[in-house]
């Protein structure tokens, strides 16, 4: 088992939240992705359907030294596999994405064509890490250990489950960032933290002051200047997964408080 | 004078529509005993609340044991950001759709979107008079209230040291801290804005700026100002009140102004927008002792029922003297935030 998919099985492992997603920038997620073993066969050919489609892009540019890049994302657009990873395991997702613009600014930028097939490379590794965690998540969808996936916005009601909803937003934060939607990744940090975060601070303050004021920081500061600043989506994501660590701790937390808080009758 | 009422500040909204001149906090004392949920009719039927995000886990808890207790009863939530809902039920209405039953806001501004548009059902004197005498409106319930406040380090300061004005606060020497990204903060330059005028509060946090440490929030800011980085700070009463809830040592206190911004208080509401016994029966539950006390204890929001007892550590409510504003007006950030644009606050 790979180091992806250990990560997986931690994350459904202790999935508890319903997942709630939106129509998105790239169409509306069909019920596809709640029936994930009945498409792997399918999403096993777009993998490799996608694979040679980059490598063909490449193979352009390595001969005739120019390709529409621009290709990339259009092929990845089309693919189903793309929701259900998207639904399943944002990280991986990311990476996706993360690659796909490896590979097209390195094009765009007349890069050797030795730097563009490093970048096709890690762009594969990414494509089937990402079949692995779908296929993954399969096996758990069926054992009914994974929520459904609701196509309608549903909102988290405990603090715990807000939580959950929080660090999947962070995830959702890097993946439109690799997808090159700055503002929509800046937008989605501030609206997380309105409308999240901001619900369950006034609880956790008693708990531990200090952890909710770096979380503030991170929240208003130190993400969104990573973002701004433009340098890199593993800059990015590693603010985000130093905030998963702070978050989980929050949790921690906002679960023991709850069990010795006094009923309201 | 000191002792005008807290919730003098609300008389002058057109949200109230009732008398408000008089006193809020001071009469709470005065008013009669709150009344327990032992004493209420069970809920029998379904409703449907547009509940505005808050203290969300503890309303839900709130919720929930009103449920638990009514097993006849169902209540169908649908979840957001308050003024988003109050936009979606005038949205509604004006396509002749009524989904909404009660709509439990956070703020009086969105309250005042809601009864504007005539949303609103006129609620019973009974159930009205269940509230202190200054928080009684024919349009919509108070559930519970905040206040503005000025979190100071008490190895620094005294509270005797510290002006009364928040104006006066920029010709002072103490350290200041504030979070102007803060939405809590934007609807008090809103309301200074509203009470003093553009100029005057221009140059005021033109000033505060040539001074002030800035923070992300205003936990930072409270922080700041235990940590002794700053003497003082501009926060919500509730923030100071669960630190010290947490760290009871805290070198942190509360102290007011006096009938400026500085104090400006705001409060969460309902309102019915269904005809009939059962919404105005499940507004009851909400004003019940058990639940006020829940969220003074629980989420340190101020009780406005009689004989329930505020959160430890908010200084004697019948001493405050908050400004006369209308509350909708705080509604409207934008022109708030150009100013603070334009001074390159944010």
Redesign the interface.
């Known amino acids: 088992m790979n180091k992806i998919s250990k990560k997986v099985v931690v994350l459904l492992a202790v999935f508890s939240a319903t997942i709630s997603m939106k129509a998105n920038a790239n169409g509306e997620i069909s019920e596809h992705v709640n029936n994930l073993s009945a498409h792997l066969t399918e999403y096993a050919e777009e993998v490799t359907w996608l694979s040679d489609k980059f490598s063909g892009v490449v193979n352009e540019y390595s001969k005739k030294g120019k390709a529409d890049s621009d290709q990339l994302i259009e092929f990845w657009e089309e693919v189903d596999f793309h929701s259900a990873i998207e639904t399943q395991y944002v990280p991986v997702y990311a990476t996706i994405w993360q690659g796909i613009y490896g590979v097209k600014v390195a094009i765009d930028s007349g890069e050797k064509a030795a730097v563009v097939e490093a970048e096709l490379l890690k762009l594969k590794q990414a494509l089937w890490q990402g079949l692995g965690a779908v296929k993954l998540a399969a096996q758990y969808q069926q054992k009914g250990l994974v929520p459904k996936v609701m196509t309608t916005e549903q909102e988290p009601t405990t603090g715990p489950e807000v939580i959950d909803d929080i660090k999947k937003k962070l995830h959702r934060v890097v993946a439109k960032y690799a997808e090159k939607l700055t503002e929509v990744a800046t937008t989605l940090v501030h609206d997380t933290y309105l409308q999240r975060f901001e619900g369950i601070e006034g609880a956790l303050i008693e708990l531990d002051a200090e952890l909710v004021e770096d979380l503030e920081k991170d929240f208003n500061v130190t993400l969104p200047q990573a973002i701004s600043k433009d340098t890199s989506v593993d800059n990015v994501r590693a603010v985000v997964e130093t905030m998963q660590v702070k978050l989980d701790k929050a949790r921690s937390l906002l679960v023991k408080a709850e069990e010795s808080r006094k009923s309201v009758f | 004078m000191q002792r005008r009422a807290f919730i003098r500040g609300l008389a002058a909204t057109g949200i109230i529509g009732s008398g408000f001149g008089l006193s809020g906090f001071a009469r709470i004392a005065n008013a009669a005993n709150s009344i327990s949920?032992d004493q209420l009719p069970k809920l029998t039927g379904e409703l449907t609340l547009y509940l505005g995000?808050?203290?969300?886990?503890?309303y839900?808890?709130?919720l929930q044991?009103?449920q638990d207790?009514n097993p006849g009863f169902k209540l169908n939530i649908r979840?957001?950001?308050t003024a988003a809902l109050a936009n979606t039920l005038i949205a509604e209405a004006k396509a002749g759709v009524k989904r909404a039953d009660l709509f439990w806001a956070v703020d009086t501004g969105s309250i005042g979107v809601v009864t504007d548009a005539g949303l609103a059902k006129p609620l019973p004197q009974d159930l009205i008079q269940q509230l202190s005498p200054g928080f009684q409106y024919p349009l919509w319930s108070p559930v519970t209230g905040r206040i503005r406040t000025l979190p100071y380090n008490t190895d620094r300061l005294t509270a005797a040291e510290i002006p009364d004005s928040i104006l006066a606060l920029a010709d002072s020497d103490v350290k200041i801290g504030w979070a102007p990204?803060y939405?809590s903060f934007q609807s008090f330059v809103t309301a200074m804005r509203l009470l003093e005028g553009d100029k005057v509060t221009k140059d005021w946090l033109k000033a505060i700026n040539g001074k002030a440490k800035k923070y992300?929030?205003e936990?930072?800011v409270v922080?700041g100002v235990e940590r002794g980085e700053v003497d003082i700070g501009f926060a919500n009463h509730?923030?100071t009140l669960?630190?010290k809830?947490?760290?009871p040592d805290a070198s942190v206190s509360l102290a007011y102004t006096n009938n400026d911004a500085g104090c400006l208080v705001n409060a969460s509401g309902i309102v019915a927008l269904s005809d009939g016994e059962l919404p105005v029966n499940f507004i009851r539950y909400l004003l019940t002792k058990?639940?006020q006390s829940?969220l003074a204890?629980?989420?340190?929001e101020i009780p406005l029922v009689s004989d329930v007892a505020s959160p430890p550590g908010l200084q004697d409510l019948s001493t405050l003297n908050p400004p006369e504003l209308d509350l909708r007006k705080l509604a409207d950030l934008r022109p708030t935030i150009n100013m603070m644009r334009s001074i390159g606050l944010l």
């Open positions: 949920v995000r808050g203290e969300g886990g503890l839900e808890n709130v044991a009103i207790r979840r957001g950001a990204a939405a992300a929030g936990l930072g922080m509730y923030y669960r630190l809830a947490g760290k058990e639940v829940y204890s629980e989420a340190y």
